[in-house]
């Protein structure tokens, strides 16, 4: 993988948390996941030469899109999510803690430790009746 593509990689992490910390107006929140979708599309069609490892960054790279379009223009995390350690809401911290804060959000998929934490298990109904 070359120099550019990881730092264009950090570079997109940095823009969602960014976008989350400032809540822009809906114009701009949209034209930021245009530049994103580019610029990862571009990461996506970028060629490491093994199979492997050009499957696995291509898959984040997706995956990364869809994130960002979630938190970024489909809620508002800033107000719907919430830390279970939080006192004050994240909206009213400073700019560096909403980065912060933002940035967790974004590279934490399973949102542990907020109110909308995924579970690891999943409750399955016995096929068999137990006696």
């Known amino acids: 993988m070359l120099k550019f593509e990881v730092l264009l990689l950090v570079l997109l992490d940095l823009l969602v948390s960014a976008l989350i910390a ?8 949209l034209t930021a996941l245009a530049l994103h979708g580019g610029a990862s ?23 990364k899109i869809f994130i960002a379009f979630h938190l970024v223009y ?23 803690y909403r980065m912060y804060w933002a940035t967790c959000v974004s590279l934490n998929n399973r949102e542990i430790g ?3 934490q995924v579970s690891i298990f999943f409750r399955v109904k016995a096929l068999v009746p137990t006696i």
């Open 41 to 63: 599309l571009y990461l996506i069609f970028a060629n490491e030469g093994t199979t492997s490892q050009d499957y696995f960054f291509r898959v984040n790279t997706a995956t």
């Open 74 to 96: 489909l809620s508002d995390p800033l107000v719907e999510y919430r830390h279970e350690r939080d006192t004050i809401p994240p909206v009213k911290r400073s700019f560096l």
């Open 114 to 116: 907020l109110n909308c």
């Open 22 to 29: 400032l809540r822009p107006t809906a114009f701009w929140r």
